[in-house]
């Protein structure tokens, strides 16, 4: 079975960067639409970022809009999520996720695979 790994996180202080890594098993998943998700301390999980496969498609939330980047490398089976200015309500366990089916995917059961979560924390 499929597995995502996320890496990259930590701790930076507000305007600072960071840049998430999503490295999946096979390259079953260049088939896939990946997603980053993020869920704060006593908050739902929310979409941050989607991407389809070939990057023909992206979607941001309007609380990370350029600011974030989502892009996917398929050769190397990996999801990278920039983030930039990042601000201390950005604190959160960021996870990728896999969906096989190409549109939608605004919610946490549309997607078949997670990753065990990373840690970022913005610090004012």
């Known amino acids: 079975q499929g597995q995502l790994v996320e890496s990259g996180g930590g701790s930076v202080q507000a305007g600072g960067s960071l840049r998430l890594s999503c490295a999946a098993s096979?390259?079953?998943?260049?088939?896939?639409?990946m997603g980053w998700f993020r869920q704060a301390p006593g908050k739902e999980r929310e979409l941050v970022a989607r991407?389809?496969?070939?990057?023909?498609?992206?979607y941001y939330a309007d609380s990370v809009k350029g600011r974030f980047t989502i892009s996917r490398d398929n050769a190397k089976n990996t999801v990278y999520l920039q983030m930039n200015s990042l601000k201390p309500e950005d604190t959160a366990v960021y996870y990728c996720?896999?969906?096989?089916?190409?549109w939608g995917g605004g919610r946490p059961t549309d997607y078949d695979y997670w990753g065990q979560g990373t840690q970022v924390t913005v610090s004012s």
């Open positions: 996720a896999a969906r096989r089916i190409l």
């Open positions: 991407i389809t496969r070939n990057t023909y498609s992206t």
């Open positions: 096979d390259n079953t998943f260049s088939s896939y639409t």
